[in-house]
């Protein structure tokens, strides 16, 4: 009887050989980025016409992403038997969560800081003429099909009722909790 000495796909194939680069999930996706930036650079009408299926599938992510944190969270504490893990994991993802979260703050102030966005605008808003906003902002709704389906939002019941700012997780936060994704 052979017993296994590596997880299945992790890093080999079944047989114990290497797995060639191009079959690493990471492989793949680099190469999809760098062929969505060459398309977009040499054919932009076709990057133009790729762009609402392309908008669905971040959707449909956004859609699922919520649902499969809060699952396997739910379902890692529902598996634990002991308080000490339970505490120690809980422990583990606040300090996650908090390091990253202030990772990225402190990205955003750096990157703020160096690129300065509206830097040497010099605008007066006084200055401004008015309708010209009025007639772009009439113009951007033009009812499409396309326009239609990229603006609905497949939020799902469930995980709003928990996490919204009237839920259960924003009341004992005291506030809205920070959400996971959003396309806003």
Request: aromatic share 6%; with cysteine.
């Amino acid at each position: 009887m052979k017993v296994a000495t590596q997880i299945p796909g992790a890093c080999a194939n079944r047989d114990g050989r290497p797995r060639h680069w191009y079959r690493h999930l990471d492989a793949r996706v680099v190469a999809a980025i760098v062929l969505a930036a060459v398309v977009g650079h040499v054919w932009p009408a076709t990057d133009e016409a790729l762009t609402p299926p392309g908008g669905g599938f971040t959707t449909l992510v956004m859609t699922v992403i919520t649902p499969v944190i809060v699952l396997t969270l739910v379902d890692g504490i529902a598996g634990l038997r002991e308080r000490r893990t339970v505490g120690r994991v809980a422990a583990g993802a606040f300090g996650y969560v908090a390091f990253f979260f202030t990772r990225a703050l402190i990205f955003g102030r750096v990157v703020g800081n160096v690129a300065q966005p509206g830097a040497g605008m010099n605008v007066d808003p006084a200055t401004l003429d008015a309708g010209a906003v009025t007639e772009h902002a009439n113009g951007a709704h033009e009812p499409t099909t396309t326009g239609f389906l990229m603006a609905v939002k497949l939020d799902l019941p469930l995980p709003n009722a928990i996490f919204n700012e009237r839920g259960p997780v924003a009341t004992a936060a005291g506030s809205a909790p920070i959400n996971t994704i959003q396309g806003e």
